[in-house]
């Protein structure tokens, strides 16, 4: 690869990728329902002499060098939004309701827009393999999330390494966290029925409270990390959701909650899933009510290939100081459906701080969040800087 330093060119696009960022932001789209989304970046990509593809349903691939016999390197970039409010004052925010980039899935295809620009300007100078870009959709968990479906659709046949990003506002920005191995945990998904004998408020000793029996299981599964695997932990149990009643003075006759279990390797896995049913049925027995256990297997483990990470380190280093280049707060308890790509193909996924000095700054999934737009040249930089780094490598 023979171009010269992109960085002034990265500069030269920043502003134009910022207005698309706010585009997509003010235009926010579910998964598997980008639309809008898919158009406006498959507009963007035959501007510039790609030949983009659909796949699964909503997303996009498209090769910088489609016939190419040498190795293919694949980026991701996620569209897909949240169903949730946007609770800001921005020019650009969300103008549906109930739908929100507060995820900063469209910075992400943002940056990967910009690489796309940057490498069609020096596709004779990209020789000897190939870059694909995955413009995936519904990362956010609909139908078990979009990177399977792409992957059993053929998104990364001929592909030798894929590597993604994320934006992390815990991490301080200008920051670069990333490491081999585990990256981001397993979920499971937990809903639970508490079905007893419902009655007055004011005689519970003719019930079967649910409320009451459905409490104490909230307690009780606190114990199964703290009390189950000893010092070494290695996961996370939350009830997110507990629901039920109608009124005040009626013992309802069912309850329900739903959660999450987080892990990192299969035998953890089972040990968590084992003391888990053992809660659930000593509290079923103690209250006398029936317990109904259902959970749903989630994204796997993110694994992160040792090679892939060499390189993002190298290019960290090169773009960020290699003493902003750590893997300090790693593995996160999140999940992340860029699992089933790594366990295609070797793989990296990495983070990109975001937090402002000591500022409280929005996270993830927060109402107030907002993608920081400064993120958007170093996330280009970066994702060229692989390339670079593999081609060299590979060819």
């Known amino acids: 690869m023979s171009w ?20 997509l932001h003010r235009h926010p789209e579910l998964g598997f329902e980008e639309v809008r989304t898919q158009a406006l970046v498959r507009a963007w990509l035959e501007e510039r002499g790609y030949q983009p593809r659909d796949c699964a349903e909503t997303g996009l691939v498209a090769d910088l060098h489609p016939h190419s016999s040498g190795p293919t390197i694949a980026l991701r970039a996620d569209l897909d939004c949240l169903p949730m409010h946007e609770n800001t004052d921005l020019p650009y925010r969300s103008i549906h309701a109930g739908r929100a980039h507060k995820c900063g899935h ?3 295809t943002a940056i990967l827009l910009g690489v796309a620009d940057i490498l069609a300007r020096h596709r004779e100078s990209v020789r000897g393999g190939n870059i694909r870009l995955v413009f995936q959709p519904a990362e956010e968990g609909v139908r078990g999330g979009g990177a399977k479906v792409m992957v059993d659709a053929g998104a990364l046949a001929g592909v030798r390494e894929i590597y993604g990003l994320h934006n992390w506002p815990a991490y301080p920005k200008g920051e670069l966290r990333v490491q ?7 979920v499971h998904m937990l809903a639970i029925t508490i079905r007893g004998k419902g009655g007055h408020g004011s005689q519970p000793q003719l019930c079967r409270d649910t409320i009451v029996a459905g409490a104490h299981l909230v307690t009780a599964l606190q114990t199964v990390v703290s009390r189950g695997l000893g010092y070494a932990g290695g996961a996370v149990v939350s009830i997110t959701q507990f629901t039920a009643g109608t ?21 953890t896995t089972e040990r968590v899933l084992e003391r888990l049913r053992e809660v659930v049925s000593g509290t079923a027995a103690t209250f006398a009510v029936d317990i109904d256990l259902q959970v749903e297997v989630g994204y796997p483990v993110t694994m992160n290939d040792a090679t892939c990470v ?26 992340e459906d860029f699992a089933y790509f790594a366990q295609a193909v070797p793989a990296a996924y990495f983070f990109l701080g975001a937090r402002r000095g000591d500022e409280d700054t929005p996270v993830c999934h927060h109402p107030d969040f907002d ?12 994702f060229l800087g692989i390339v670079r780094d593999r081609f060299a490598a590979l060819t």
């Open 4 to 23: 010269t330093d992109p960085r002034a060119e990265i500069e030269a696009l920043t502003e134009r990728l910022r207005e698309i960022r706010h585009d």
């Open 106 to 108: 469209d910075g992400h």
């Open 180 to 186: 081999a191995g585990p990256m981001l945990a397993q």
């Open 247 to 267: 009124t005040h003075n009626v013992i309802p006759d069912v309850a329900h909650m739903k959660g999450t279990i987080r892990t990192f390797d299969p035998s």
């Open 310 to 335: 060499d390189a993002v380190v190298r290019v960290g280093a090169a773009v960020l100081g290699r003493e902003r280049v750590s893997n300090a707060g790693l593995p996160l308890a999140g999940g």
């Open 371 to 382: 993608f920081d737009d400064d993120l958007i040249p170093t996330g280009v930089a970066m």
